[in-house]
């Protein structure tokens, strides 16, 4: 039992003369440029900008140096409420979200929507920007890039009650 005590006594008396940690370390973690489809089935259309910056938060680190990012390798698939920020007559109401995908879009994004919710909304082909592809289903859509070796990313839309500064 005295070597026990001994060995635990050396063991504190050492932690109290180890240095202090300097605080976090930063690595760069060896990324490819990622496959990924995005399942967008939000409740509410003023959520999508949010869910939109999932993927800019993606992309933004790995545009920088060391990695290769290649935005046509991400397909985002719509079929929730947010499917009337895609169509045209829309722009005015959604300007934020439509100025975003338009930019994605661009850059080689690929917008898919869900020709069961299309129909559901009433919607017709020639109603919806020039970017988007109509797919028969979002979940087989879904499926089908899975199976193809693409990850899954849903993004979760929180409300924030309060700001940054109260909760720190």
Known sequence: MKPLITL???CLGLACIAPAQAGATRVNTPYDSPKVVFDMYLDDPAKLNSALSWLRSMSSA???SPYQFD???IKIVVHGAE???LVKKNEDKYPVAVEKMKQLADQ???FKVCAYTSDIYGYRD???HDFVEIVPSAIAEVAYWQSKGYAL?????AESRRSIEEIR
């Open 108 to 110: 080689g994004v690929e």
């Open 126 to 128: 020639e109603e919806f």
């Open 83 to 85: 499917i009337v920020t």
């Open 71 to 73: 935005p046509t390798t």
């Open 153 to 157: 990313i849903v993004p979760q839309v």
């Open 62 to 64: 790995l545009s920088k």
């Open 8 to 10: 635990l006594m050396l």
